[in-house]
C-alpha cells in the first residue's frame, strides 16, 4: 500500500534561518512520482516540484532544494533563509505512473517569525 | 501550467440543503479531479471526472451525495448535497494538465478552493 508520512505537525523558525520539511513515503511500485505543495492561508495548493522515481538527482530551485534518498524513501525539502512569506502548510504526496491518484501527507505547517 | 478557478470562493449554507462547485480552467484537459479537505487535514480525493464519461469515485465517496458533470474540456461542477455540518471542508479542484489526446504530464495544478461552512 502507499503511504506518505510528513512526521514534522508543526515547524517553527525565526526569520532567515534554514528549515528542513521531511517526507517518507511507502510505495511497491518501481516507478513513481513525488511531489511537494504548498497551501499558504489563502488555500490554494501552489505546485512546488515533482520527481520520478529514476531521478535521484538532487535539486535547486533559488531558496528552495529538494533531497531524494530511494535508499531511506525520503523526500526531504529545505528552504534556506526562510522569509515570513515561507509561512504555510506544506504537503508531500505521491502517486504511481499513470495512476492519477495522488497519496497525500498530513503537511507540516510552517510558520516564520519576524 | 493551467489557471484554474473556482466559484464560489467561500459559502455558508444551511444543513439540508446543496451546493454546487464551479471549476472552470482557462485551456482544454483530460483529467479532472475533486478533492475536500477536512479542517486541519489532508487532501482526500472525492472522485475523478473525465470529459463523456461517469465520474469515478473513491471509497466512501458516492454519487447521490456528491454529483459530479463535466460537460466539456474546460469545466466540471461538484454538487455537496443534503448537507450536514460534516461536509465543511475546502472543496479543491484539480487538473492534469494536458491538451486533450496528448500525453499527460502526470503533475496536477489545483483551483484556489471552495471554503463551505454549513451550520
Known amino acids: 500500500a502507499q503511504k506518505v508520512t510528513q512526521a514534522q505537525t508543526e515547524i517553527s523558525v525565526v526569520e532567515k534561518e534554514d528549515v528542513t520539511l521531511d517526507c517518507v513515503y511507502e510505495t511497491r511500485d518501481t516507478t513513481y512520482y513525488l511531489f511537494w505543495y504548498k497551501q499558504p492561508p489563502s488555500g490554494e495548493l501552489v505546485f512546488l516540484i515533482r520527481r520520478n522515481s529514476f531521478d535521484e538527482q538532487n535539486e535547486i530551485s533559488g531558496r528552495y532544494s529538494w533531497n531524494f534518498q530511494k535508499s531511506t524513501s525520503s523526500f526531504n525539502f529545505t528552504i534556506t533563509a526562510s522569509q515570513v512569506v515561507d509561512s504555510a502548510v506544506y504537503f508531500c504526496?505521491?502517486?504511481?505512473?499513470?495512476?492519477?491518484?495522488?497519496?497525500f501527507g498530513t503537511g507540516t505547517r510552517l510558520k516564520v517569525l519576524a | 501550467s493551467a489557471v484554474i478557478s473556482q466559484k464560489p470562493s467561500r459559502d455558508i449554507c444551511q444543513r439540508g440543503t446543496s451546493l454546487t462547485i464551479q471549476c472552470q480552467v482557462d485551456s482544454q484537459v483530460t483529467m479532472m479531479f475533486w478533492y475536500r479537505q477536512q479542517p486541519g487535514q489532508s487532501l482526500t480525493l472525492i472522485a475523478t471526472?473525465?470529459?463523456?464519461?461517469?465520474?469515478?469515485?473513491e471509497s466512501g465517496f458516492v454519487i447521490d451525495k456528491f454529483p459530479i458533470s463535466r460537460p466539456n474540456l474546460t469545466f466540471s461542477t461538484l454538487t455537496v448535497s443534503n448537507m450536514s455540518p460534516e461536509d465543511s471542508s475546502i472543496y479543491l479542484c484539480s487538473v492534469d494538465n494536458v491538451l486533450a489526446g496528448l500525453v499527460s504530464t502526470d503533475t496536477q495544478y489545483f483551483g484556489p478552493g471552495t471554503r463551505l461552512t454549513v451550520l
Open positions: 471526472a473525465n470529459q463523456g464519461s461517469e465520474a469515478t469515485y
Open positions: 504526496a505521491l502517486s504511481e505512473a499513470l495512476a492519477y491518484k495522488y497519496i
